[in-house]
């Protein structure tokens, strides 16, 4: 059995489906593949028997935490302590399209507050035909719903509307982004028991944090599937993402899923707040800019290898990366090793979920000359992902929200990636 290594694309990218089938042969076949193991100096496991199998392990832990030779941390920005972002480190994650919770990205206004579930209610009222008020207790018994969805702050990756690239590692380029398997109740279930009233447009949504954090909503995004979170990955939400009530709205800008709910006000406009006024609206050439932009757009980036993750010689490595789109599934991701001149279609990791994150993996045999690796992902509405200086033509500088342009690692003849705009 002789695998054909022929590549799909130029500059080495391999077709996925030769791993697959010879996965385990071509390491021993092709010189210089996934391998790095060592010689072994001894055929008998019990010439070697390391102190923990010597007396028992420790006793069962009332939750348990990493290995203590694993740190993998948020880094929490300098600066008024609460306030800013705390990005997931994608550069030190591998394997699930969900994040571990103690991992999600953090963006908080004004710190994360100390909620007793006890105290905490969530008033629907304005423009419907019974102002009502919901404590957990009664919340609880409604029909619950469980999706995995992405979150992404709509400022995630600005750093590459800078002049030049940034050189940063994913987490601090693509942290803004995490995943989770939520469970909540449909809001149009809490909006038919209040009962809308016609003349009601928006929904303005309001946090219990002391930023008072408040968003303005389309009511048809209610209707069609925003929901009240109360779990995350399977237990309650965690404080940072907004303990005991957190509205989610799927594919929609980070920004407007309102935390610590405690107030949802039926209206006939908008409020008109901080957060869709001076923030989170983008500028355009002309000088006007663009309000209320919810849905966030198709976009992947290669977390390996990526800026930090150097390649270590010549040889097969595997090239893979995260996609999501706002408007539905990821379709397809193409991966390109030679800047965007031939593609490649990468194996996408099922299941693909509707606005949550898709994982991508495609084979490359690197020859040890530069190369340019590219993702480019397109989502089932056929949305594709626009090169850099696409998307920095369609707004005026310094505007960064919804920045999801290509992402294009330069790997040096000696395997250094860094990050360049093409
Ligand atoms: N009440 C409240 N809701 C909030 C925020 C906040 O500061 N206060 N930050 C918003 C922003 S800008 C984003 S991007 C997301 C971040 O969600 P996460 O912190 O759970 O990742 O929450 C949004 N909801
Ligand atoms: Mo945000």
């Not at 199998?53 to 948020?74: A, D, L, N, Q, W």
């Not at 699930?96 to 953090?106: A, K, V, Y």
């Not at 001149?341 to 606005?355: H, N």
């Not at 998307?391 to 000696?414: I, K, L, M």
Request: glycine letters at 12%.
């Amino acid at each position: 059995m002789k695998p054909e290594l022929e590549p799909v694309a130029g500059n080495g990218l391999l077709d996925r489906r030769l791993f697959l089938r010879y996965g385990a042969a071509l390491s021993g076949v092709v010189a210089g593949t996934f391998t790095r193991a060592t010689e072994a100096q001894t055929s008998s496991p019990q010439d070697f028997s390391p102190p923990w199998m010597k007396t028992p392990g420790s006793p069962h832990s009332r939750y348990g935490s990493p290995s203590r030779f694993v740190t993998i941390e948020k880094a929490v920005p300098g600066g008024l302590p609460g306030v800013g972002s705390a990005r997931t480190p994608h550069h030190l994650l591998e394997g699930s399209s969900i994040t571990p919770s103690g991992l999600h990205f953090e963006r908080d206004h004004a710190g994360v507050p100390d909620i007793d579930p006890e105290q905490h209610t969530l008033l629907i009222h304005g423009l419907v035909r019974r102002a009502l008020s919901y404590d957990l207790n009664a919340l609880v018994r409604f029909r619950l719903h469980t999706r995995l969805l992405f979150i992404e702050c709509s400022g995630n990756t600005g750093g590459n509307n800078a002049a030049t690239p940034p050189q940063q590692n994913v987490g601090a380029l693509y942290g803004l982004l995490s995943g989770s398997e939520w469970t909540g109740i449909r809001l149009a279930d809490l909006l038919d028991e209040v009962g809308v009233l016609p003349e009601a447009k928006w929904v303005i949504a309001e946090g219990a944090d002391s930023a008072g954090m408040t968003r303005s909503i389309p009511i048809e995004k209610f209707f069609d599937d925003a929901i009240l979170a109360l779990y995350q990955n399977g237990e309650p939400v965690r404080p940072e993402q907004g303990f005991p009530l957190r509205l989610l709205l799927p594919g929609w800008e980070g920004n407007a899923q309102v935390k610590w709910l405690r107030r949802l006000q039926l209206a006939r406009t908008p409020h008109y707040g901080r957060e869709e006024t001076s923030k989170y609206t983008e500028l355009l050439p002309s000088g006007k800019a663009i309000q209320f932009s919810f849905p966030m757009g198709v976009k992947s980036f290669i977390q390996k290898p990526s800026f930090g993750i150097d390649l270590q010689g010549p040889g097969v490595y595997e090239v893979s990366g995260l996609a999501w789109s706002g408007g539905g599934r990821v379709k397809r991701v193409d991966v390109s090793a030679d800047g965007g001149r031939t593609w490649a279609p990468a194996e996408l990791t099922e299941p693909v979920l509707s606005k949550a994150i898709t994982r991508f993996r495609i084979p490359w045999r690197w020859q040890g000359g530069p190369a340019t690796l590219i993702s480019r992902a397109t989502d089932e509405l056929g949305f594709r992902q626009p090169r850099h200086d696409e998307w920095v033509a369609q707004y005026r500088r310094p505007q960064g929200y919804h920045q999801n342009s290509t992402q294009a690692w330069a790997v040096g003849s000696s395997g250094i990636v860094s990050n360049v705009f093409y």
